[in-house]
């Protein structure tokens, strides 16, 4: 479909809102209902076909590591008690995609963590997907969508999400031409604008496509607040040589990383399960009916 097989997903972060959950664990495998939000950030890359998949990570992130691997003792107890479903299940996770892994020694933001993919990519256009959120839509793989988008236009592209404007100062955000249905030409991105500054209310929505020319940005990028380097601003800076390009996706996104969203998150995926989903929402509207 694409002749892009690589993906970048950062999962390095403290998770400092989730504390203390994640004093010892990574945020990235706290459940949506019983799969760590990681695994479905791993599902769409796959379902994108994406092949290659580098994992950017810190100190107290080895769970992710191990969840991608195999357990041979817990297969074999799997197996001698004929849970042959089960066992299934968890071997094809190993066999989700080439996984690999590189720690980021320091914690200096999203823009220095895709820096350390820069031999893995080897020059070769790529997909990034933040690994604490998750993006569902009626079209399937959102990166799928991207990497769509870039085939046509041969230009790096982001995922595009409408916020109200009075949450635009909470995001990164685009200014631009709108070219086709949910498509738009880049003219501008800004890193949390005032309501008065932003030039619009699309957001840039935790998924990308780039060709390899966004790592000699990322050189050139001066650290900012916290000392972090800030992937927007290699964005901004890319944008003057080489065309960009968004993409207004029809679904909806669940940061992870933000404590009501995980629950609604869970609510929503939960209502979904055919094995649990019925009970779920009956028990649920009693709840709500006795509060």
């Known amino acids: 479909m694409s002749g892009i ?11 400092t809102r989730f504390l203390p959950a994640t004093k010892s664990q990574p945020k990235e495998m706290l459940p949506i209902v019983d799969k760590p939000t990681i695994q479905y950030v791993v599902e769409e890359a796959v379902e994108a076909g994406i092949t290659d998949i580098l994992m950017i990570i810190g100190k107290g992130k080895r769970a992710i ?16 008690n004929n849970q042959f479903e089960v066992l299934e299940e968890i ?23 895709i820096r350390y993919a820069y031999h893995h990519v080897n020059n070769e256009p790529f997909a990034i997907l933040l690994g ?8 399937g793989s959102v990166t799928r969508q991207l990497i769509e ?15 109200e404007m009075e949450v635009v100062s909470r995001y990164g955000i685009i200014g631009g031409l709108k070219l086709a249905d949910n498509v738009f030409k880049v003219s501008d ?11 619009s209310n699309l957001a840039i929505a935790s998924r990308y496509v780039f060709t390899p020319e966004i790592f000699d940005y990322l050189k050139r990028v ?16 890319m944008l003057k040589d080489h065309d960009m390009y968004g993409l207004r996706f029809d679904g909806m996104r669940y940061d992870i990383g933000n404590k009501l969203d995980f629950l609604k998150t869970n609510v929503i995926y939960g209502s979904k399960r055919e094995d649990l989903g019925a009970d779920f929402m009956a028990w649920l509207k009693r709840f709500v009916d006795n509060h």
């Open 5 to 15: 097989n690589k993906a970048v997903i950062p999962a390095a972060g403290f998770g």
């Open 65 to 80: 590591e191990e969840h991608f691997d195999r357990n041979m003792e817990l297969e074999y107890q799997l197996e001698e």
């Open 91 to 113: 071997r094809s996770i190993t066999n989700l995609a080439d996984i690999h892994f590189i720690w980021q020694r320091e914690l200096h933001g999203l823009g220095d963590a």
């Open 132 to 139: 604490d959120t998750l993006i569902e839509s009626k079209y």
């Open 149 to 163: 988008v870039f085939n046509k236009y041969k230009g790096s592209v982001v995922a595009l999400e409408e916020v």
């Open 189 to 199: 991105f800004i890193e949390k604008p005032s309501i008065e500054e932003s030039p």
């Open 222 to 237: 001066r650290p900012g607040k916290n000392n972090e380097i800030q992937l927007t601003d290699a964005m901004h800076l």
